[in-house]
């Protein structure tokens, strides 16, 4: 149900002529989907899964392009003003190679700024299932592969924008080969991108009538707020008609960021509009990037809807941390995986 348009005077026009539904706390781009294989100019299946970035003054995205094998390349698409006017560059981005790691394609990119470097953390679809893969660049033309950093079945991850007393902080989603102990995310450490270790679960999908039961993965990367990371992640429910994606929140301290601070109940936003509830992946909202602009509050959602399209979505930060103060988690009641009442 949409409920007409709640803005305040002095918003952005594209934002004013949104519509919002007051259920979630992200407001749909009218102008959705942004991007679908029928505005590339060759002959796709889908565009999706989009990581997100400003760069020398544009939106920059990385979006999962698949082709008519089914298979999926990384390619870089850039807007002036992120929502309108994509170019969508077939020469620059991450590539299937056919190797061991790829070998079935790449995936869902995130990206993360580190300094001048720009490291992107995809799925690689290897002959022994979806693994995790690195990459860097300073360019978005010249791509360095640093290799697979996750073995599978292993996806859905991002590295945090900074460091941790010298430690890189890499969030990720092992598949256990036991489903019934769940899928959750997970929290790795790196003195140096290679050598991975100190892996403990930091976000377990809960269970039993949860929205977010049995599996869940992380969004965007982590983006820091003068209250901690948020972190962004999807749920996955599934139904007797198939699964369905939507998003959460949670909220990790700032210096230790396996602390998880708070983590909503509700999820705050689900497929709705018909480009997220019909596709050849039927209900599924999937974010890999968002961008905070330069208000310091608005926080742009790049996501994909229904494995066909990319769509963008915005939201109010200090809304999504209100709505977060209202679900706290103190040390030690954090959410028991020996539990059937999953928290
Ligand atoms: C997940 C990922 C995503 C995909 C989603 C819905 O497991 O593979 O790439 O968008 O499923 O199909």
Redesign the pocket.
Known sequence: MRIGSLCAPGEPAKIRAMEVDARELFTRYPGNPVLSAADLPFIVNAV??PGAVEFEDQTLLLVRVEDRTGLSDIMVATSADGYDDWTVHRDRGLFRTGGFDDFWGV??ARITRLGDDYYVVYTGYSANGPLVCLAVTRDFVTFERLGVVQPPED?DAALFPARFGGAYALLHRPAPATPAVGAHVWLSWSPDLTHWGRSQVLLPARRGGWWDANKIGLGPPPLLTDQGWLLCYHGVRSTVSGSI?RVGLALLDRDDPTRVLARGNEWVFGPQAAYERAGD?SD?V?PCGWILDDDGDTVRMYY?AA?MSVCVATASLAQLLEHLAEHPLSDGDDLDLSSPFGG
């Open positions: 999706f899964n995936e869902d996806k994606y992946v599924v999937f994909g494995d």
